[in-house]
């Protein structure tokens, strides 16, 4: 035996959900990572702490002000409505949105971490050798903190595969829209069907030890830092 | 177009101020020299627009890099720099490191050019080496060479030996002379070693608190008593000469310089070559008729021009030697019993002259 249909409809969704989860965090956490190495502003604090909510709320908490949210009543829901869209709670995007909320901190913070241990000195070399604010970006911060940015995109991947309570908030049970894995197999053991649980839970194991196998190695390779 | 540097400098932050108006001669190396905090790296800083002062005005060569209304931002403005760390990119090879900023000004060196100032560094064997492979004073050498490919109409250098041992700095040194004497582009030197000054500089700028103490010609300052130059506790003169004559026989280099011309223990240098010495005021004495029979090569004529206490029972006394300074630390008894005053015509003998390298 193997997975089911139902299973590797799960998989695929995951894998989506993860994957279009980790590419948004990228595009928005850089930024948001870079203001927050580098910015005086009183904000910062306030904005690190926002950012950093997540690790330490339950996620049903998360969850149910999303739901509020992005329900019709609610401020995104208001506006998703303005804009001619469906209400988000219990679709695919939905669970996008959620995702890119809840896992916010796995990928700014090793970003910003990796900024900050690269400081100011390698862009102001590259400004005095005529390189413009997006040519010092693309030639000076990303290779040079590219372990950052590979540790940011793994840990965003993984965490977003792993979540569960946010996903039942909001996502609910929906086969091929938001049944992801992590409810697959609770489904699975509410059903009494162990077999299958283990097929799909094992697999999150074997996963997740890739994972931090992986993490482990690119921290490994990239001892470097500080300029010589 | 007028050959100088124009640069008027305010900046505050807690617990320091710095205010400088500058006007630097907009050719050869200008020393930015004082003691640590003084704000030297800051005023190559904001030359540079690394630091932003909004009322500042910087312009070089007729060139205006900020002004009131204007602020050109670092990457426009041709200049180069070099950090006291050499502060290569890690990621790229040396080869790759010196044509980051070629490949992104289109006046920069070309590949002859180049060749050029890396076979003047003695880099060329390091090319395809990793900056972590290197010596300190190999990356800064890289450095140098990286600030100088892009031909840069101003070169701004904060302490690049400073962070380099003694061996190191020996190592650069006669690479950054030979630049000086190759390079048309003004420097802007920091440093806080006498030394490096008195070897490299042709015009000083004395800065201490944020101020400039004082700014003139190299020599002049460093001769001056009045300037806490560090190394003038005992007094001393150094002197700009050039080289005109090898006895192989007894040993010796002869030197002129403005006013006169002194032997010296040989060294192997090419006749013409430009020089300097020092002389410890503690080596010169005087004497009011030329001395005969004596063992001393030295002995210049000279006019006494000032005196002042020097300690317990010294003097110090300040000669003219047809145009150059000479110190010379006399006991008080002598200066009594000679009776020198300004205007006084004396012999000063000079026990020993070093050449300063």
């Given at each position: 035996?193997?997975?089911?249909?139902?299973?590797?409809?799960?998989?695929?969704?995951?894998?989506?959900?993860?994957?279009i989860t980790t590419l948004l965090l990228l595009l928005i956490g850089t930024p948001l990572?870079?203001?927050?190495?580098?910015t005086r502003s009183r904000w910062r604090g306030p904005v690190a702490a926002v950012v950093a909510l997540p690790l330490v709320l339950?996620?049903?908490?998360?969850?149910?002000?999303?739901?509020?949210?992005?329900?019709?009543?609610?401020?995104?829901?208001?506006?998703?409505?303005?804009?001619?869209?469906?209400?988000?709670?219990?679709?695919?995007?939905?669970?996008?949105?959620?995702?890119?909320?809840?896992?916010?901190?796995?990928?700014v913070q090793p970003i910003q971490n990796a900024i900050e241990a690269l400081g100011r000195r390698p862009l102001e070399v590259a400004a005095t050798l005529r390189a413009g604010p997006w040519d010092r970006f693309w030639t000076v911060v990303v290779p040079l903190a590219r372990p950052g940015f590979v540790t940011a995109a793994i840990l965003g991947f993984a965490h977003t595969v792993g979540e569960f309570g946010v996903v039942l908030m909001i996502g609910g049970n929906i086969p091929g829209e938001t049944r992801v894995v992590s409810v697959q197999i609770y489904d699975h053991v509410e059903a009494m069907e162990y077999a299958e649980a283990h097929w799909l839970a094992g697999s999150m194991v074997i996963f997740s030890f890739l994972v931090l196998l992986a993490l482990h190695a690119t921290h490994r390779h990239t001892t470097h830092g500080a300029m010589p | 177009m007028t050959e100088r540097i124009q640069a008027r400098l305010h900046l505050r932050?807690?617990?320091?101020?710095?205010?400088?108006?500058?006007?630097?001669?907009?050719?050869?190396?200008?020393?930015?020299?004082?003691?640590?905090?003084s704000g030297k790296t800051t005023v190559l800083r904001l030359i540079a627009g690394l630091e932003r002062t909004d009322d500042g005005f910087v312009s070089v060569n007729g060139e205006v890099w900020q002004d009131g209304r204007h602020f050109l931002p670092t990457h426009k403005r041709p200049l180069g720099y070099v950090f006291q760390e050499a502060s290569l990119f890690p990621h790229l090879s040396v080869r790759g490191n010196l044509d980051y900023g070629r490949r992104r000004v289109c006046s920069a060196m070309d590949a002859e050019a180049?060749?050029?100032?890396?076979?003047?560094?003695?880099?060329a064997h390091l090319l395809t080496r990793r900056p972590d492979g290197l010596s300190g004073g190999e990356r800064q050498r890289v450095a140098i060479a990286r600030a100088l490919a892009l031909n840069p109409r101003l070169l701004l250098m904060d302490e690049p030996l400073a962070a380099l041992d003694l061996k190191r700095k020996q190592e650069i040194l006669p690479y950054l002379e030979r630049l000086h004497d190759e390079l048309s582009i003004p420097v802007l030197y920091v440093s806080h070693s006498p030394e490096e000054v008195a070897r490299l500089a042709d015009h000083l700028?004395?800065?201490?608190?944020?101020?400039?103490?004082?700014?003139?010609?190299?020599?002049?300052?460093?001769?001056?008593?009045?300037?806490p130059l560090g190394q003038q506790e005992d007094g001393e003169s150094i002197l700009a000469a050039r080289v005109v004559e090898h006895d192989a026989q007894d040993h010796l280099t002869r030197v002129a310089f403005t006013g006169g011309e002194l032997w010296l223990p040989r060294h192997d240098l090419c006749l013409g070559h430009a020089v300097r010495v020092r002389i410890h005021a503690r080596d010169v004495s005087l004497s009011l008729t030329r001395p005969g029979g004596t063992s001393i090569l030295n002995i210049l004529p000279a006019t006494v021009v000032a005196s002042s206490d020097a300690g317990p029972g010294q003097s110090l006394v300040r000669l003219d030697v047809g145009g150059t300074v000479l110190l010379a630390r006399i006991t008080r008894r002598s200066l009594n019993a000679l009776a020198l005053a300004p205007g006084q015509h004396v012999f000063a003998q000079i026990k020993s002259v070093a050449l300063i390298e």
């Amino acid at each position: 035996m193997g997975f089911s249909d139902a299973d590797l409809a799960a998989i695929w969704l995951t894998l989506r959900l993860a994957g279009i989860t980790t590419l948004l965090l990228l595009l928005i956490g850089t930024p948001l990572a870079w203001w927050l190495a580098h910015t005086r502003s009183r904000w910062r604090g306030p904005v690190a702490a926002v950012v950093a909510l997540p690790l330490v709320l339950p996620p049903t908490v998360l969850g149910f002000y999303l739901l509020l949210a992005m329900g019709p009543q609610g401020p995104v829901g208001q506006f998703t409505q303005w804009l001619g869209l469906d209400a988000l709670p219990f679709t695919f995007w939905g669970l996008v949105v959620a995702s890119v909320i809840y896992s916010m901190p796995f990928v700014v913070q090793p970003i910003q971490n990796a900024i900050e241990a690269l400081g100011r000195r390698p862009l102001e070399v590259a400004a005095t050798l005529r390189a413009g604010p997006w040519d010092r970006f693309w030639t000076v911060v990303v290779p040079l903190a590219r372990p950052g940015f590979v540790t940011a995109a793994i840990l965003g991947f993984a965490h977003t595969v792993g979540e569960f309570g946010v996903v039942l908030m909001i996502g609910g049970n929906i086969p091929g829209e938001t049944r992801v894995v992590s409810v697959q197999i609770y489904d699975h053991v509410e059903a009494m069907e162990y077999a299958e649980a283990h097929w799909l839970a094992g697999s999150m194991v074997i996963f997740s030890f890739l994972v931090l196998l992986a993490l482990h190695a690119t921290h490994r390779h990239t001892t470097h830092g500080a300029m010589p | 177009m007028t050959e100088r540097i124009q640069a008027r400098l305010h900046l505050r932050y807690a617990g320091f101020a710095l205010d400088v108006d500058l006007q630097l001669p907009g050719r050869g190396i200008t020393a930015l020299f004082g003691p640590s905090g003084s704000g030297k790296t800051t005023v190559l800083r904001l030359i540079a627009g690394l630091e932003r002062t909004d009322d500042g005005f910087v312009s070089v060569n007729g060139e205006v890099w900020q002004d009131g209304r204007h602020f050109l931002p670092t990457h426009k403005r041709p200049l180069g720099y070099v950090f006291q760390e050499a502060s290569l990119f890690p990621h790229l090879s040396v080869r790759g490191n010196l044509d980051y900023g070629r490949r992104r000004v289109c006046s920069a060196m070309d590949a002859e050019a180049l060749e050029r100032a890396v076979d003047l560094l003695g880099i060329a064997h390091l090319l395809t080496r990793r900056p972590d492979g290197l010596s300190g004073g190999e990356r800064q050498r890289v450095a140098i060479a990286r600030a100088l490919a892009l031909n840069p109409r101003l070169l701004l250098m904060d302490e690049p030996l400073a962070a380099l041992d003694l061996k190191r700095k020996q190592e650069i040194l006669p690479y950054l002379e030979r630049l000086h004497d190759e390079l048309s582009i003004p420097v802007l030197y920091v440093s806080h070693s006498p030394e490096e000054v008195a070897r490299l500089a042709d015009h000083l700028v004395f800065m201490q608190h944020g101020r400039a103490l004082a700014s003139g010609p190299c020599l002049e300052l460093m001769n001056r008593r009045d300037l806490p130059l560090g190394q003038q506790e005992d007094g001393e003169s150094i002197l700009a000469a050039r080289v005109v004559e090898h006895d192989a026989q007894d040993h010796l280099t002869r030197v002129a310089f403005t006013g006169g011309e002194l032997w010296l223990p040989r060294h192997d240098l090419c006749l013409g070559h430009a020089v300097r010495v020092r002389i410890h005021a503690r080596d010169v004495s005087l004497s009011l008729t030329r001395p005969g029979g004596t063992s001393i090569l030295n002995i210049l004529p000279a006019t006494v021009v000032a005196s002042s206490d020097a300690g317990p029972g010294q003097s110090l006394v300040r000669l003219d030697v047809g145009g150059t300074v000479l110190l010379a630390r006399i006991t008080r008894r002598s200066l009594n019993a000679l009776a020198l005053a300004p205007g006084q015509h004396v012999f000063a003998q000079i026990k020993s002259v070093a050449l300063i390298e």
